[in-house]
C-alpha cells in the first residue's frame, strides 16, 4: 500500500481515470490496528485494486475536506472525485472491505 504524504499527490491520486482506494488512517486509532492485521488477505484478493493510505493527522485538511469523521475510512475516488466512503463501523472485517470494494472492482 503506497503512502500520501502531500496533499498534491493525494490530488494526483484522486484524479485517476480508474477508481483507487484511500484509506485514512492515525497512528494512535486502535480500529485502524485492527484493520491492518487483516489488509493483507484484502489486498491478496483485490490485488488488482490500487491502494493508498493516508495519515489523518498529518494531513488533517483533506479528512475534513473528504468528509472523514471515524477512522478508519476507506474512500474510493475516479476523476477527482469521491464515489464512496465505508466508515470503520462497517470495516470490521474482511468480508465487509471485500463486500464494499467489489462493487467498485470485479475480482480478477
Same mark, same amino acid.
Given at each position: 500500500?503506497?503512502? *500520501? ?18 484509506? +485514512? ?12 492485521? &487483516?489488509?493483507?488477505?484484502?489486498? #491478496? #484478493?483485490?490485488?488488482?485494486?490500487? &491502494?493508498?493510505? $493516508? ?6 485538511? *483533506?479528512?475534513?475536506? =473528504? ?5 478508519? !475510512? $476507506?474512500?474510493?475516488?475516479? /476523476?477527482?472525485?469521491?464515489?464512496? /466512503?465505508? /466508515? !470503520?463501523? /462497517?470495516?470490521?472485517?474482511?468480508? =465487509?472491505? *471485500? %463486500? +464494499?470494494?467489489? %462493487? ?5
Amino acid at each position: 500500500m503506497n503512502t *500520501i504524504t502531500t496533499e498534491k499527490q493525494f490530488r494526483e491520486v484522486t484524479r485517476q481515470s480508474s477508481p483507487v482506494v484511500v484509506k +485514512f488512517y492515525t497512528n494512535r486509532c486502535p480500529d485502524c490496528r485492527r484493520m491492518d492485521a &487483516f489488509m493483507p488477505s484484502v489486498l #491478496e #484478493e483485490l490485488n488488482h485494486v490500487p &491502494f493508498y493510505e $493516508l495519515n489523518k493527522d498529518s494531513l488533517p485538511d *483533506i479528512g475534513e475536506q =473528504e468528509g472523514v469523521m471515524g477512522i478508519p !475510512s $476507506l474512500l474510493v475516488y475516479q /476523476h477527482g472525485e469521491k464515489l464512496a /466512503h465505508l /466508515h !470503520s463501523a /462497517h470495516a470490521k472485517t474482511p468480508e =465487509e472491505v *471485500i %463486500a +464494499f470494494l467489489s %462493487a467498485y472492482y470485479s475480482k480478477s
